[in-house]
């Protein structure tokens, strides 16, 4: 809430893979000394002391570039910096026994292993079935041996629902503050394996453009030129097999925007394989024969959605501060799909 004495800036990326909010305030040359915990309190709706005690612990408030603790005394012209968790607002998350792939868990955080078709958040049509029914249920049942358990699970990025692959999610404030400061600054380590259409130039690149959701179609994403639209994105891309009409590559992530790697690639001329939302549920590349386009229909029968998977995640442990990483297997539609383009190439080859 704005009132004299700041300015304040906000931004927020609630919308998009990354789930924090950063906030900017410049210190009124009239501010009296006070402990930034406190003052924070009262520029900041709905942030508890203990939440901003522990993003200021974790190293989430800057004062001119500067980390402080929580009894920092803030003073004219500081400029201060703090990322928070965003607060996800529910208006009833049930808990719901549906299982789920725990790759790794501790007291602080615990990694999992999304399946395609799940989605990550209750919204208009899906209120049950997702991974955050899936994670109360979890968190209820160990809630009596966890006393800094948080009440909601914390989620600080998400994959859509037809990804699949590896998600980090907090269980206390501490790992929440810690692992939004990490997305925020970019220190997180993300991979993904993607199968899409045509061949490319080039063994590797960088693509950079702003996304935003599209001026006709709000369901989908587009990229945009210039500045005036979307957020700064950028996604690294390197060739690891060619099969000709299609490519997997590996695409790494610097920043986290809706769709990212899905409408980079389009806006490249490259859809993921069967991705219905951008065009790459058609044959886009080879040939017009029969026995082709059947072949096609066969993989997209085995792989029912876009070829997508977050295949690494790597990232500070928020209490140890030892360097975690983690690698997960391709799901079997994407294996067994990649497997079939092999084994198309190598009975081309051998025809020729």
């Given at each position: 809430?704005a009132g004299?004495?700041?300015i304040?800036?906000?931004s927020r990326?609630?919308d998009?893979?990354?789930l924090?909010?950063?906030?900017r305030?410049?210190?009124?040359?009239?501010?009296?000394?006070l402990?930034?915990?406190?003052?924070?309190?009262?520029?900041?709706e709905?942030?508890?002391?203990?939440?901003?005690?522990?993003?200021?612990e974790?190293?989430?408030?800057?004062?001119?570039?500067?980390?402080?603790k929580?009894?920092?005394?803030?003073k004219?012209?500081?400029?201060i910096s703090?990322?928070?968790?965003?607060?996800?607002?529910?208006?009833?998350?049930?808990?719901?026994?549906i299982?789920?792939?725990?790759?790794?868990?501790d007291?602080?955080l615990m990694?999992?292993?999304?399946?395609?078709?799940?989605?990550v958040?209750?919204?208009?049509g899906?209120f049950s079935?997702?991974?955050?029914n899936a994670?109360?249920?979890h968190?209820?049942?160990?809630r009596?041996?966890?006393k800094n358990?948080?009440?909601?699970?914390?989620?600080v990025?998400r994959i859509?629902?037809?990804t699949?692959g590896?998600?980090v999610?907090?269980?206390?404030?501490?790992?929440?503050?810690?692992?939004?400061?990490?997305?925020?600054?970019?220190?997180?380590?993300r991979?993904?394996?993607?199968?899409?259409?045509?061949d490319f130039?080039?063994?590797?690149g960088t693509?950079?453009?702003?996304?935003?959701?599209h001026l006709?179609?709000?369901?989908?994403?587009?990229v945009?030129?210039?500045?005036?639209h979307?957020?700064?994105?950028?996604t690294h891309?390197?060739v690891l097999?060619?099969?000709?009409?299609?490519?997997?590559?590996?695409?790494?992530?610097?920043?986290?925007?809706?769709?990212?790697i899905?409408?980079h690639l389009?806006?490249?001329?490259?859809?993921l394989?069967?991705d219905?939302?951008?065009?790459?549920d058609k044959?886009?590349?080879?040939t017009?024969?029969t026995?082709?386009?059947?072949?096609i229909?066969?993989?997209f029968?085995l792989l029912?959605r876009?070829?997508?998977h977050?295949?690494t995640?790597?990232?500070?442990h928020p209490?140890?501060?030892?360097?975690?990483?983690?690698?997960?297997?391709?799901?079997?539609?994407m294996?067994m799909?990649?497997?079939k383009?092999?084994?198309?190439v190598?009975?081309?080859?051998?025809?020729?």
């Amino acid at each position: 809430m704005a009132g004299r004495g700041f300015i304040p800036e906000q931004s927020r990326s609630g919308d998009s893979e990354e789930l924090f909010e950063h906030f900017r305030f410049t210190v009124d040359k009239g501010q009296s000394l006070l402990r930034i915990d406190k003052f924070l309190m009262n520029r900041i709706e709905n942030a508890s002391r203990n939440r901003i005690q522990n993003a200021a612990e974790s190293g989430a408030i800057r004062v001119n570039d500067i980390s402080v603790k929580p009894s920092y005394k803030v003073k004219p012209g500081d400029v201060i910096s703090i990322v928070l968790p965003e607060p996800v607002q529910y208006t009833e998350l049930v808990a719901e026994n549906i299982p789920l792939e725990i790759v790794f868990e501790d007291e602080q955080l615990m990694l999992i292993n999304k399946p395609a078709g799940m989605v990550v958040h209750p919204a208009h049509g899906n209120f049950s079935g997702t991974l955050m029914n899936a994670l109360m249920f979890h968190f209820n049942s160990i809630r009596k041996k966890n006393k800094n358990l948080l009440e909601v699970p914390g989620l600080v990025h998400r994959i859509d629902k037809n990804t699949s692959g590896l998600m980090v999610i907090a269980k206390s404030e501490r790992a929440e503050s810690a692992l939004a400061k990490e997305f925020f600054e970019r220190t997180i380590e993300r991979k993904y394996f993607a199968l899409v259409w045509g061949d490319f130039a080039d063994d590797a690149g960088t693509i950079i453009g702003n996304i935003g959701r599209h001026l006709k179609n709000r369901l989908v994403m587009d990229v945009f030129p210039d500045d005036e639209h979307g957020k700064h994105a950028v996604t690294h891309y390197k060739v690891l097999e060619r099969f000709g009409y299609v490519t997997l590559v590996e695409c790494k992530l610097e920043t986290g925007r809706t769709h990212q790697i899905r409408v980079h690639l389009k806006h490249i001329g490259h859809p993921l394989f069967n991705d219905d939302a951008y065009g790459g549920d058609k044959i886009l590349k080879g040939t017009t024969f029969t026995k082709y386009k059947q072949f096609i229909e066969n993989c997209f029968e085995l792989l029912p959605r876009q070829a997508l998977h977050a295949k690494t995640l790597g990232f500070i442990h928020p209490s140890t501060k030892k360097k975690m990483f983690f690698e997960s297997e391709l799901p079997d539609d994407m294996r067994m799909v990649i497997e079939k383009w092999r084994n198309y190439v190598a009975s081309r080859n051998t025809n020729q």
